[in-house]
């Protein structure tokens, strides 16, 4: 039982980072433009410091920007840098991680749509009220501002940025980070295998204050705690239950709260938190019932919550052929570059730590060079206005990505191919585990076809969202009867869902043609 809790606490916290990466460089990378491009005054501008709509501004741009609870460490800490008031330091930390254009879409399109719009305002309204109560109670939680010096124009702004990026990656943040991942690491090593299945129930009255145990340590990317949701309303589970994991798994985690701690002590954070999820407990039983979707008939059990759990049984005799092999099927070769591009970075700033203790390489950054102007043919560019261009174009890029994230119908359906095919084969021979592994990735393309879809030509009908729905029923409905050993009732299934397939392909590309 030992070795397979260690390698579930590996492989559990290796998965996360992995999937984390992409949120995390665009953290590191955000905070970078703040300090070299922004600077401190054009960033308390942009977050309305001092306003009254300064809680609302950090609660939008928490949603354009494309970061996760883990990516937004960095963030925080360099709003904290420049003078921002805790409120709206917090206001940000929380928002951020909840709401990007990829997993906005994914939600409005595979959950109820009016559900995550109340999800959303929920979100708004739990900001506001937690970051007045901080900012009424601890009025004095600004720091003093120390401004850096600004570099005007030429290579040296665009190497700072890249210095920063890498001394910053290599600091302190990356310690909160893997605080972080050490959470639902130890999720992975302490849950029995496919011990959540019963625990969100939509007759539990207690599953909102379960969710909300579960909800702290564990770490869940935006577009993982939205097909989360996904798969709670498609079964019925406990919708308060549904909104804490979104705002608790997706915007808090153990390193962001330990950064609290020791950024603001531990009065303040433990009111915080304790404010923070007496709002969320109390909308969450306000919206179960109201949200609760009529045309399902609630399931007494779901795998959503599975990849929180241990990953490998207690009796696996080899765990650590069991983490390689899962490990190899889990993760595509192109998930692995944005964590080699973040190692790379990370051993970067270790190396200027090393070589450049003094500093020595920034001064020379910084130093004003005035015997040399502009070269003949370059374009000045105030650095804010380059920094604000540079966050408008993480946001543009993002929104760019959903188009590539979820691909033309027609190509979806190419893909499904080989996952329809794969699930249908295991199931014919009786294997639970690969029958299990095809048919998540034929569920996850069945939701990304949907969502490339409404990409496209902007309203998905009912009758194409029954077509997919249908099919994910009857594919969860397989994995149960492979599971039971129910041979007769796994050839019917089969057939059902090759049937359901020709016609959700057929409903699809008709609307393409």
């Known amino acids: 039982m030992l070795p397979s809790m260690i390698y579930g606490l590996i492989f559990r916290g290796l998965i996360s980072l992995i999937e984390a990466a992409p949120f995390i460089l665009a953290g590191f990378f955000t905070a970078a433009i703040f300090r070299r491009f922004c600077g401190y005054e054009t960033t308390r501008r942009l977050f309305g410091e001092g306003t009254r709509w300064a809680l609302v501004r950090a609660w939008l741009l928490g949603m354009l920007l494309p970061v996760c609870s883990l990516g937004v460490i960095p963030v925080v800490r360099e709003l904290r840098r420049a003078g921002i008031r805790g409120g709206t330091i917090l206001a940000f930390a929380i928002s951020g991680p909840l709401f990007n254009p990829l997993s906005l879409l994914y939600g409005l399109t595979l959950s109820e749509p009016v559900a995550i719009l109340s999800f959303a305002g929920c979100s708004l309204l739990i900001v506001t009220v937690a970051g007045i109560l901080w900012d009424r109670f601890f009025p004095d939680s600004a720091t003093h501002v120390v401004q850096e010096p600004m570099i005007q124009y030429g290579y040296r702004r665009m190497l700072s940025l890249l210095?920063?990026?890498?001394?910053?990656?290599?600091?302190?943040?990356?310690?909160?980070?893997?605080?972080?991942?050490?959470?639902?690491?130890?999720?992975?090593?302490?849950?029995?295998?496919?011990?959540?299945?019963?625990?969100?129930?939509?007759?539990?009255?207690?599953?909102?204050?379960?969710?909300?145990?579960?909800?702290?340590?564990?770490?869940?990317?935006?577009?993982?705690?939205?097909?989360?949701?996904?798969?709670?309303?498609?079964?019925?589970?406990?919708?308060?239950?549904?909104?804490?994991?979104?705002?608790?798994?997706?915007?808090?985690?153990?390193?962001?709260?330990?950064?609290?701690?020791?950024?603001?002590?531990?009065r303040?954070?433990?009111?915080?938190?304790?404010?923070?999820?007496?709002?969320?407990?109390?909308?969450?039983?306000?919206?179960?019932?109201?949200l609760f979707p009529r045309d399902v008939e609630p399931a007494n059990h779901t795998h959503a919550f599975d990849i929180y759990c241990r990953p490998f049984a207690d009796t696996e005799l080899n765990p650590a052929l069991a983490f390689q092999t899962k490990l190899e099927r889990d993760v595509p070769a192109w998930q692995w570059r944005p964590l080699m591009l973040l190692t790379t970075i990370a051993v970067s700033g270790l190396i200027l730590k090393v070589v450049d203790r003094q500093g020595r390489l920034d001064r020379w950054l910084e130093q004003p060079n005035e015997s040399a102007g502009p070269g003949r043919y370059d374009t000045v560019i105030p650095a804010p206005v380059l920094g604000l261009l540079c966050l408008s174009g993480l946001v543009a890029v993002s929104i760019a990505g959903c188009f590539t994230y979820y691909p033309n119908p027609a190509d979806s359906l190419e893909v499904m191919t080989d996952a329809r095919i794969g699930a249908l084969s295991a199931a014919l021979t009786m294997n639970p585990v690969e029958t299990k592994y095809w048919a998540e990735r034929y569920d996850d393309w069945s939701r990304k076809l949907e969502v490339g879809a409404w990409l496209r030509h902007g309203s998905l009908s009912e009758y194409h969202r029954w077509r997919t729905r249908i099919l994910r029923e009857q594919l969860e409905e397989l994995e149960h009867e492979v599971e039971d050993g129910e041979r007769e009732a796994v050839t019917r299934l089969v057939a059902a869902i090759s049937r359901s397939h020709r016609r959700m392909r057929r409903a699809f590309l008709e609307e393409i043609d």
């Open 163 to 266: 210095l920063t990026t890498a001394r910053d990656t290599a600091g302190a943040c990356m310690g909160w980070i893997l605080l972080g991942l050490l959470g639902v690491g130890l999720l992975g090593a302490v849950l029995p295998s496919n011990g959540l299945q019963h625990a969100f129930n939509a007759d539990n009255p207690v599953a909102p204050l379960l969710m909300a145990g579960l909800a702290l340590p564990v770490y869940a990317t935006p577009m993982l705690a939205m097909s989360q949701l996904g798969s709670m309303f498609q079964h019925a589970n406990s919708i308060g239950a549904a909104f804490v994991l979104l705002i608790l798994g997706a915007g808090v985690n153990l390193g962001g709260i330990g950064w609290m701690y020791a950024e603001f002590g531990f």
């Open 268 to 290: 303040r954070t433990s009111v915080w938190l304790l404010v923070l999820l007496s709002i969320v407990l109390g909308l969450a039983y306000s919206v179960d019932k109201p």
